[in-house]
């Protein structure tokens, strides 16, 4: 029976669903690898978008690309629907836009250096405290001097630009290294070769796009290829908290709506939290804390919740966990933790029953009406409307053929900005001083009493000649030595039979 409030998970003594008005005070989906962490997230999706409820996730197996095909009739989802009543299952598909960074799997995704910032910056190239102040003058001189930074380009040239006017800067904007501006520039070409100059250009991606629904009124689910991005972990994790940022930055409060105006699926979170500064901690906690008024929920998708800080796990009110291996102390630790935050149920042990629950089930605890956590359930999550497994690259392609953002970032722009207006101030520069060097030879030959026609090659002023013959040095040396008679005798002699031979 489907519900307008409320999204069906599965059952447990009862039917559990999570309700629309509280979807966004965020959520948790945790479980080892292999016991359906996906197609939980998968339902999720499924039960949001049928709501009018845009969604994004990301795609790292490729498997959730299925969401976009009409799911095939198997005997154990049959059985599923069967065991937990779920009398309306039927298959279909869902409206999918999909998404990559690199424009191979779908649209491509791009944002603007200067939109990224110096913080997440930082944080992508992986720079200590000092490289990142640096980092942040370079910023401030472009701001200052009307640089836009569009593209990767752009910042190696402005970081060019700084370490050349190092000691201008320094004086104005406090102490620039070269020595980290050496480092940001290694880090940036590492970056590249990661394949992040797709990331950063133009167009850029406006986040309007994620807010889409159909014409029958479902929300768009956004799909983004993360399977080669995941290769790059520290960029998976930078653009997903940038996009998280922007949409924290763009959206306008709205309270507490009756659903959620998106839903935002974190996959492999840890990577969003590890090794993370503590700036860069505060800022996550702040725009999860704060992201809510804005009417978007967001779900991190881990495999142990030891990965999520105290300060973040405590936001996260609705919650699916699946099944932990308790084979290190580690794990042990995690399968605690994870009892610990659950309203206990006493009909069962959860720290027990999290070890034991089999693939497709879970224990499950979502916020009531007035937004207390339930006790929580042992539960069987519902079979999915939509295809298990991915789509085929036609499929794929006749999905993206069909999207409602086809054309619009599939070319990429290269206007005016730093690196070409830097190119230009320094060829302007070289030309300058070319022409000073040009104009100070020119007063040099003047003052040697030389002249030059235009058009023409420099041309010596004619004038006779001072300079001595060979035979007339010879001879002035030898009379020098010789101070005799005799001897002045003995050149008379030699300057007649020279001269006799001419």
Not at 90 to 100: E, G, H, L
């Amino acid at each position: 029976m489907t519900d307008d409030t409320s999204v069906f998970i599965g059952k447990s003594v009862k039917r559990e669903q999570l309700n629309l008005k509280l979807a966004n005070r965020h959520g948790l989906v945790t479980g080892a690898t292999g016991t359906g962490k996906t197609v939980s997230l998968q339902i999720l999706a499924e039960g949001f978008s049928a709501h009018g409820v845009p969604v994004f996730a990301a795609d790292v197996k490729g498997d959730l690309s299925g969401i976009a095909a009409t799911g095939v009739s198997k005997p154990f989802l049959e059985e599923r629907a069967r065991t937990i009543e779920f009398d309306d299952y039927s298959y279909r598909a869902f409206p999918v836009i999909f998404w990559d960074l690199f424009g191979e799997q779908g649209h491509p995704v791009r944002t603007t250096i200067s939109e990224m910032g110096p913080l997440l910056l930082a944080r992508l190239l992986g720079l200590n405290e000092t490289q990142e102040g640096v980092l942040n003058i370079a910023f401030r001189l472009a701001d200052d001097e009307g640089l836009l930074l569009l593209d990767l380009k752009d910042l190696r040239a402005l970081m060019v630009n700084v370490a050349e006017r190092s000691e201008e800067l320094s004086a104005e904007y406090g102490n620039v290294s070269k020595a980290s501006v050496g480092a940001i520039q290694r880090r940036l070409l590492t970056l590249e070769e990661q394949g992040a100059e797709y990331f950063f250009g133009e167009p850029a991606f406006n986040i309007s796009d994620l807010m889409r629904t159909d014409e029958n009124g479902q929300g768009y689910i956004s799909v983004l290829a993360a399977d080669k991005l995941m290769m790059s972990p520290q960029l998976y994790a930078t653009f997903l908290l940038w996009l998280l940022s922007e949409l924290f930055e763009e959206l306008p409060e709205v309270g507490n709506p009756d659903k959620p105006k998106l839903v935002f699926f974190f996959d492999e979170a840890h990577l969003l939290f590890a090794d993370a500064p503590k700036a860069l901690l505060r800022k996550i906690e702040q725009v999860v804390r704060l992201i809510r008024s804005k009417g978007v929920g967001v779900y991190f998708v881990t495999q142990n919740p030891l990965d999520v800080p105290d300060t973040v796990l405590g936001q996260l009110g609705n919650r699916i966990q699946h099944a932990l291996r308790a084979f290190t102390p580690r794990d042990q630790r995690a399968v605690k933790a994870a009892a610990e935050t659950f309203r206990p149920n006493p009909e069962f042990d959860a720290r027990q029953a999290i070890t034991e629950l089999r693939v497709g089930e879970a224990l499950v605890s979502t916020l009531k009406k007035k937004g207390e956590p339930s006790i929580v359930q042992r539960t069987l999550i519902r079979p999915p409307s939509s295809r298990l497994g991915p789509l085929s690259t036609d499929e794929r392609k006749a999905v993206i053929a069909q999207s409602p953002v086809r054309g619009v970032y599939d070319q990429s722009q290269d206007r005016e900005s730093a690196y070409e207006i830097l190119k230009r101030r320094s060829e302007e520069k070289a030309l300058a001083e070319e022409r000073q060097r040009e104009s100070e030879a020119a007063a040099e030959t003047k003052k040697r009493g030389e002249f030059t026609i235009p058009g023409r090659p420099k041309t010596a002023r004619r004038r006779t000649s001072r300079r001595q013959s060979t035979t007339e040095a010879l001879v002035k040396s030898v009379a020098r030595s010789v101070g005799t008679q005799l001897g002045r005798a003995l050149i008379r002699g030699l300057l007649g039979s020279l001269k006799k031979g001419f």
